[in-house]
Nanobody
Framework: QVQLVESGGGLVQAGGSLRLSCAAS?????MGWFRQAPGHEREFVGV????????IYADSVKGRFTISRDNAKNTVYLQMNSLKPEDTATYYC?????????????????WGQGTQVTVSS
């Protein structure tokens, strides 16, 4: 299994920006970002493929969030701009070893420990 370590969470005011990082011990097929707020199910945020760098985003973050990767560092980034209070959640990166539907958490084999993002109004 791939080991994943997230970093970069914190407290930010609405309209601000944060960049999350996810360092992986190896590369598989794709890396996804999810988030989970208290009392809510884990929600797909976006995904990027390692080889082509193709991305897909949830409608709720499209145009505000950007996923990128640095293959030399085995690291994926989630740049979050124009943050809203409803973006407050624990954010997780996850590794998928095969192509398939990107939104279901069950498609991902390894998960990071999560990093908290809090957006104040």
């Amino acid at each position: 299994q791939v080991q994943l370590v997230e970093s970069g969470g914190g407290l930010v005011q609405a309209g601000g920006s944060l960049r999350l990082s996810c360092a992986a011990s190896g590369r598989t097929f794709s890396m996804g970002w999810f988030r989970q707020a208290p009392g809510h199910e884990r929600e797909f945020v976006g995904v990027i493929t390692w080889i082509k760098g193709s991305t897909i985003y949830a409608d709720s973050v499209k145009g505000r969030f950007t996923i990128s990767r640095d293959n030399a560092k085995n690291t994926v980034y989630l740049q979050m701009n124009s943050l809203k209070p409803e973006d407050t959640a624990t954010y997780y990166c996850a590794s998928a070893s095969r192509a398939g539907p990107v939104a279901p958490p069950t498609m991902y084999d390894s998960w990071g420990q999560g990093t908290q993002v809090t957006v104040s109004s």
